[in-house]
């Protein structure tokens, strides 16, 4: 039973843009976050990567690095190097607006090189809500503690080698390289980190909890009452009530509730569905029931959130139109 292949089978990587920065020590670049999930991979010269009001972590080459939401964050050939912001060099060696095609330049000094290769990911809103938030804002996979890394980050190198050249394909490439990346980080958190962080991670380790949680997923739609989930994982109600609770951190309504909701803001994100569609898509009869349900879990009405949504891609184009103008 591959219960992390169903969980995520609904995770896509909607677009994707790669970079490959040459930077010689001397050198720092500052980053005041991006909107999406960025992903990097170095060789040659280690560096160093802080997050704001955080440490800063040693990055070795052939380590992947991964930023889910995007964090504002600082990377440098070494710590106290003086930072130029990423922004800057952007708009000065951006092809076109910002975000839409690749990115190459060469920064620093004369110094050790680092060889950075980076793919800036745009998931789907269901994989932000459910999967992204779930991990920490920096995920340090070392190429020494992961024998999959290696393979990975080579295959990461080439693919940004050959997007460079723009092939027929290589935005596609791109988004599903990330999405490769993503299944193997969240296996080898799975496998060694999963124990301690609750979620529904976590309870993928527990196969009763597992085939419930499947179960949630495969038809998110259906009236499940907690005896109809207790019996999905072979458990008596309160054991696995007390079972779910401890490993996933939430109810099995809670966490269902959570899941519809995710769903429903893919589908609202999309505009292709009408509202009571994907009331109706949520398992809730009621329209009204199910934007009282979405307004509890976003803090916004299903209306309110699409706004939001839509002003939020408005304004990342704006900036792309205004750094490009300024190149």
């Known amino acids: 039973m591959d219960v992390l292949s169903e969980v995520l089978a609904i995770c896509r990587s909607e677009r994707a843009v790669t970079a490959r920065f040459s930077l010689g020590a001397p050198w720092a670049l500052r980053s005041d976050g991006v909107p999406g999930t960025m992903i990097r991979l170095s060789r040659g010269a280690p560096y160093w990567i802080r997050l704001e009001g955080g440490a800063a972590v040693r990055v070795e080459s052939g380590d992947l690095v991964m930023l889910p ?41 004369g110094g050790e090189t ?41 295959t990461m ?43 529904w991670l ?22 499940w009452s907690v005896e109809q989930l207790a ?21 099995p309504i809670g966490y269902l509730t959570a899941h519809r909701m995710a769903l429903a803001a893919e589908q609202l994100e999309a505009g292709l569905l009408a509202p009571a569609r994907i009331a109706e898509q949520a398992g809730y009869e009621s329209e009204k029931v199910f934007a009282r349900t979405f307004r509890r879990w976003s803090g916004l009405t299903p209306s309110a959130y699409l706004r939001r949504e839509r002003e939020r891609r408005k304004q990342v184009l704006e900036i792309q139109a205004r750094e490009a103008g300024e190149a």
């Open 114 to 154: 680092t060889e950075m290769f980076s793919a800036l990911l745009w998931f789907s809103a269901y994989c932000r809500h459910s999967v992204l938030r779930m991990l920490p804002a920096l995920v340090h996979i070392r190429e020494s503690e992961l024998p999959m890394a290696g393979c990975l980050a080579t």
């Open 202 to 223: 976590r309870g993928l380790t527990d196969p009763s909890i597992a085939r419930a949680i499947m179960g949630i997923h495969r038809a998110p739609q259906q009236a």
């Open 157 to 199: 190198q080439s693919l940004i080698m050959e997007t460079l050249d723009r092939r027929p394909g290589w935005r596609l490439s791109a988004g599903r390289m990330g999405e490769l990346l993503l299944v193997n980080i969240l296996r080898e958190r799975l496998g060694r980190q999963a124990s301690q962080d609750p979620g």
């Open 69 to 109: 939401l995007g964090a504002a964050h600082t990377i440098a050939s070494a710590p106290g190097v003086s930072a130029v912001p990423f922004s800057k060099l952007i708009a000065q060696h951006a092809d076109g607006p910002k975000d839409e095609n690749p990115l190459v330049f060469s920064h620093g000094g």
């Open 231 to 251: 019996a999905e994982a072979a458990m008596s109600r309160s054991r696995f009530c007390a079972r779910f609770k401890t490993l996933v951190g939430d109810t």
